[in-house]
């Protein structure tokens, strides 16, 4: 199933590129690389945990625990989520049940956010690059 979705989302990913090409207004775009985040399998994560989330300088966007793995699963329940923003063309942009919180794309800093995660699927996104610049995880318990 995870393959799947992997492929499902690499080949929408390179659709998306294809359609509309990778040019706009972004200065240096064009030499950058923009990546898609796929999280790995850690086995799950106890609820109530600080989880860190970032965007830029880059077209990277990420969001991971306290010791730098990535999330694929959690277990419901209230998060802290630390938002580092390191770019003005980029935004940290976390949905899903009962969750919609985002950093603005013109402003960098750091954002804390404490979130009620229920049983589901989570995705995060840049908004103005979410075909490449995006990641998802499950919350089930």
Known sequence: MRKTLLVLVVGLAVAAFAVAGCGGDD???????????????????????????????????????????????????????????????HNFHLTGTGVDESTTVAETGEQTWEVTLEDGTYTFVCDPHASSMNGSFEVSG
């Not at 950058?32 to 609820?47: K, S, V």
């Not at 600080?50 to 998060?79: H, K, Q, R, W």
């Open 27 to 89: 200065e240096g775009a064009a030499t950058d690389t923009e990546t898609t985040t796929e999280t790995t399998d850690t086995g799950g994560a106890e609820a109530g945990g600080t989880l860190l989330g970032n965007v830029g300088p880059g077209f990277e966007i990420s969001l991971t625990m306290e010791n730098g793995d990535e999330i694929a699963a959690l277990e419901p329940g209230t998060y802290t989520i630390e938002v580092t923003d390191q770019s003005d063309i």
